[in-house]
């Protein structure tokens, strides 16, 4: 998740941020784009061999500490207010759920046009009903997998949202102390109590990363600014934490909180502890796939499988060739679907609610 940033986002989240977003949305891209030459999926196209050894799949995990970063940035003003939890909770569910239904919808629609053309297309109800509600199922196969693949993240996400709205009942420090220990003793009952779905799922301990955002947030919040030098020398460790995880073969869910969490977090806080990026019209463009990154989200896997069928005919085996063709194609596709579709809608969606958009303050003195 993947999470979209608030209905103010071109205002009040930080450029650096939207940049972030995007990069991140980049990375599951480029991680899709390389599986599929992988697996065979796209016939002429020969698989590649990346040099960068980087798992690009922790785009997602960069998702996760930026959505924290986002939720507390923008609604630590907002803790114990009366109504608070119920507009918050509001707003993400205007932001988040549309667009999801929306290509999970597309994505059956795609199971009925290309029968036996879509991997895991069982149309199972009661998997179908956790899908469209964000509950962590398993499919006709066994996998703990919505019928839209990448919205798995999704349901991370939205238990995230579930219990920060009830953190939001009480005061900023109270609320930020219940949140942490709530999420603390999740990850303690998963690893110690044999758990069904979903709270299998839902106690894993890469729910600890959205605790890294928050932890972001509240420094930056704190006014706490590092020089150029400090905030690349961050990025750089974060990546090289993550290639060398990479190189020593060190993969699994088990230890993804640390392995890829721990490394997303410090680039993050390369990209973000600082002063904002000035606006030009590089970071412009920057700050437009931020605000298509949720697009791009959803969108891409069908705008590959779209690319890849028509790819046999073109006679290009190059699987570079391919990957550059079918990620820019990604990337035009979700800023248009961004254009056309995700921004009228939420225009249209918000103008049924209370118009009211939280406020971030530019500093937290007491968090």
Same mark, same amino acid.
């Given at each position: 998740?993947?999470?979209?940033?608030?209905?103010?986002?071109?205002?009040?989240?930080?450029?650096?941020?939207?940049?972030?977003?995007?990069?991140?949305?980049?990375?599951?891209?480029?991680?899709?784009?390389?599986?599929?030459?992988?697996?065979?999926?796209?016939?002429?196209?020969?698989?590649?061999?990346?040099?960068?050894?980087?798992?690009?799949?922790?785009?997602?995990?960069?998702?996760?500490?930026?959505?924290?970063?986002?939720?507390?940035?923008?609604?630590?003003?907002?803790?114990?207010?009366?109504?608070?939890?119920?507009?918050?909770?509001?707003?993400?569910?205007?932001?988040?759920?549309?667009?999801?239904?929306?290509?999970?919808?597309?994505?059956?629609?795609?199971?009925?046009?290309?029968?036996?053309?879509?991997?895991?297309?069982?149309?199972?109800?009661?998997?179908?009903?956790?899908?469209?509600?964000?509950?962590?199922?398993?499919?006709?196969?066994?996998?703990?997998?919505?019928?839209?693949?990448?919205?798995?993240?999704?349901?991370?996400?939205?238990?995230?949202?579930?219990?920060?709205?009830?953190?939001?009942?009480?005061? *900023? +420090?109270? $609320?930020?102390? &219940? @949140?942490?220990? %709530?999420?603390?003793?999740?990850?303690? #009952?998963?690893? /110690?109590?044999?758990?069904?779905?979903?709270?299998?799922?839902?106690?894993?301990?890469?729910?600890?990363?959205?605790?890294?955002?928050?932890?972001?947030?509240?420094?930056?919040?704190?006014?706490?600014?590092?020089?150029?030098? *400090? +905030?690349? $020398?961050?990025? &750089? @460790?974060?990546? %090289?934490?993550?290639?060398?995880?990479? #190189?020593?073969? /060190?993969?699994?869910?088990?230890?993804?909180?640390?392995?890829?969490?721990?490394?997303?977090?410090?680039?993050?806080?390369?990209?973000?502890?600082?002063?904002?990026?000035?606006?030009?019209?590089?970071?412009?463009?920057?700050? *437009?796939?931020?605000?298509?990154?949720?697009?791009?989200?959803?969108?891409?896997?069908?705008?590959?499988?779209?690319?890849?069928?028509?790819?046999?005919?073109?006679?290009?085996?190059?699987?570079?060739?391919?990957?550059?063709?079918?990620?820019?194609?990604?990337?035009?596709?979700?800023?248009?679907?961004?254009?056309?579709?995700?921004?009228?809608? *939420?225009?249209?969606?918000?103008?049924?609610?209370?118009?009211?958009?939280?406020?971030?303050?530019?500093?937290?003195?007491?968090?």
């Amino acid at each position: 998740m993947i999470a979209p940033a608030p209905a103010a986002a071109s205002r009040d989240i930080l450029i650096s941020v939207q940049a972030l977003r995007f990069l991140a949305a980049a990375m599951v891209l480029l991680g899709h784009l390389q599986d599929s030459l992988r697996r065979g999926r796209i016939k002429g196209a020969e698989a590649v061999s990346d040099p960068t050894m980087i798992p690009w799949h922790s785009g997602v995990d960069i998702f996760f500490i930026v959505s924290g970063f986002i939720m507390f940035f923008m609604s630590a003003a907002h803790f114990g207010k009366p109504g608070a939890p119920g507009m918050f909770l509001q707003r993400r569910a205007i932001r988040v759920i549309p667009l999801y239904w929306l290509f999970t919808s597309l994505m059956i629609a795609v199971i009925f046009a290309l029968p036996g053309k879509v991997v895991h297309d069982d149309l199972d109800a009661p998997h179908l009903l956790a899908t469209y509600f964000f509950v962590p199922w398993p499919n006709a196969d066994g996998a703990v997998q919505p019928l839209l693949s990448v919205g798995w993240t999704l349901n991370f996400e939205m238990l995230f949202y579930a219990v920060f709205a009830v953190s939001m009942l009480l005061p *900023l +420090r109270a $609320g930020m102390i &219940a @949140l942490v220990t %709530a999420f603390g003793a999740m990850v303690a #009952a998963g690893w /110690l109590l044999p758990l069904p779905e979903p709270f299998a799922t839902w106690t894993k301990p890469l729910i600890l990363e959205f605790l890294f955002g928050i932890s972001l947030a509240a420094i930056y919040m704190r006014g706490i600014r590092l020089s150029v030098a *400090l +905030r690349l $020398g961050l990025v &750089a @460790l974060g990546v %090289a934490l993550l290639i060398a995880g990479e #190189a020593a073969g /060190l993969r699994g869910e088990v230890g993804r909180w640390l392995l890829w969490g721990v490394p997303s977090a410090l680039i993050a806080a390369g990209f973000i502890l600082g002063p904002d990026f000035a606006l030009t019209r590089f970071t412009e463009v920057l700050r *437009l796939g931020g605000d298509a990154s949720y697009s791009l989200y959803l969108s891409h896997l069908f705008s590959l499988r779209a690319i890849g069928l028509v790819w046999p005919f073109l006679g290009i085996k190059n699987g570079w060739a391919f990957i550059v063709v079918a990620g820019m194609g990604s990337i035009i596709a979700a800023v248009l679907v961004y254009l056309l579709i995700e921004k009228p809608m *939420l225009r249209l969606l918000r103008s049924f609610g209370s118009g009211e958009r939280p406020r971030a303050p530019p500093r937290l003195h007491n968090a």
